[in-house]
Structure formats: structure tokens, C-alpha cells
Nanobody, 125 residues
Framework: QLQLVESGGGLVQPGGSLRLSCAAS????????IGWLRQAPGKEREGLSC????????YYADSVKGRFTISRDSAKNTVYLQMNSLKPEDTATYYC??????????????????WGQGTQVTVSS
């Protein structure tokens, strides 16, 4: 059974950091594009960052560029999202997802095939 499980969310003060993890089971993450997306109440889902293939090509949305870093640990079959300088507007449910490799995985028409259950991130003082 193919499964993605996110962890690492929580409550953090503005300016703080969190690292989200996305652990895969049932398939190897190296063979897929892996993305992090988020959705806040009343807002559309937003693609944040992704690794498009095993060559490690990464993409970032302008809203998180310079603050968030995506990385992959192939040995652990896990993808991470390091989030620094967090702002209240980063508050959302964060999802990881897996899809076909070698595509622009932040594109509006890109569709992910597998999704995690989400982890809540709240940035508040």
C-alpha cells in the first residue's frame, strides 16, 4: 500500500522554525516528484516547493523562496521541508504529495497522485 505520512507540524512563534517530514512507505520517493503544498481555511491550495526527480531539481514558490528548503533523504525514504522565518500567514495545513517525475511539479496543471493526511502549522504569538 502506497502511503505518505507527514509530521513535524505544531505551534511556533513568528520568526521561528519548523521542519516537516514526509515519510513514504510502499514505494521509493526517488522515483517520484515530491511536493509540499498547503491550504489555509478559506484559501486555495498553494504549491510551495517540490523535488521533480531523482536528479534533485527543486522548485520554490515566491512566497517561500529564501525561507523554506526542501530536501530528501533517500536512505530514510523521507522528504523534508525546513521552514525558517515563519510568519502568521504561513498558518495552514501542510501536505506532501507524490507524482510523476521530470515535470514542473509546481505548475497549476500538475496533478499529484498520492497525498499525505496533512499536518497543521500555526504561527502565532
Amino acid at each position: 500500500q502506497l502511503q505518505l505520512v507527514e509530521s513535524g507540524g505544531g505551534l511556533v512563534q513568528p520568526g521561528g522554525s519548523l521542519r516537516l517530514s514526509c515519510a513514504a512507505s510502499g514505494f521509493g520517493l526517488d522515483n517520484y516528484a515530491i511536493g509540499w503544498l498547503r491550504q489555509a481555511p478559506g484559501k486555495e491550495r498553494e504549491g510551495l516547493s517540490c523535488i521533480s526527480s531523482s536528479d534533485g531539481t527543486t522548485y520554490y514558490a515566491d512566497s517561500v523562496k529564501g525561507r523554506f528548503t526542501i530536501s530528501r533523504d533517500s536512505a530514510k525514504n523521507t522528504v523534508y521541508l525546513q521552514m525558517n522565518s515563519l510568519k502568521p500567514e504561513d498558518t495552514a495545513t501542510y501536505y506532501c504529495a507524490a507524482g510523476r517525475p521530470y515535470y514542473y511539479c509546481l505548475g497549476a496543471r500538475y496533478e499529484y497522485d498520492y497525498w499525505g493526511q496533512g499536518t497543521q502549522v500555526t504561527v502565532s504569538s
